[in-house]
């Protein structure tokens, strides 16, 4: 597994909006199961967006709803995180995740979330800081 390569971090103050990218250009042909994830100092990866693109649907967590959204251009080959209203709390690493995934399972949300979360390896990510 080629580790994906994330772009866009940066540091802004609260309030303000970041876009992130990922190149996903090997994961057109087939379904998988796609998402952003982040980590902060001393903190777990958590999950902040995930999907299966053979469903619709993107399940995202709780801390972001509402401000952060996922999406794809057109040719499926970059894969975006738009993040508005950023507060510190979303001070971290941002990294994203794709693996093929076949079988009944993998619109189940939480297959996803899992098959992501023990992806390895991961990529460098992409740092963005907010400050207040």
């Known amino acids: 597994v080629v580790p994906l390569v994330e772009s866009g971090g940066g540091s802004v103050q609260a309030g303000e909006s970041l876009r992130l990218s990922c190149d996903v250009s090997d994961y057109t042909t087939n379904f998988a199961c796609m998402g952003w994830f982040r980590q902060a100092p001393g903190k777990e990866r958590e999950a902040v967006g995930t999907?299966?693109?053979?469903?619709?649907?993107?399940n995202y967590a709780d801390s972001v709803k509402g401000r952060f959204s996922i999406s794809q251009d057109n040719t499926k080959k970059t894969l975006y995180l738009q993040m508005n209203d950023l507060n510190p709390g979303d001070s971290a690493t941002y990294f994203c995740?794709?693996?093929?995934?076949?079988?009944?399972?993998?619109?189940?949300?939480?297959?996803?979330?899992?098959?992501?979360?023990?992806?390895?390896?991961w990529g460098r990510g992409t740092l963005v800081t907010v400050s207040s």
């Open positions: 995740a794709a693996k093929s995934c076949t079988g009944p399972g993998c619109p189940e949300p939480d297959t996803c979330v899992s098959i992501l979360t023990r992806l390895t390896p």
């Open positions: 999907f299966y693109t053979g469903s619709a649907g993107i």
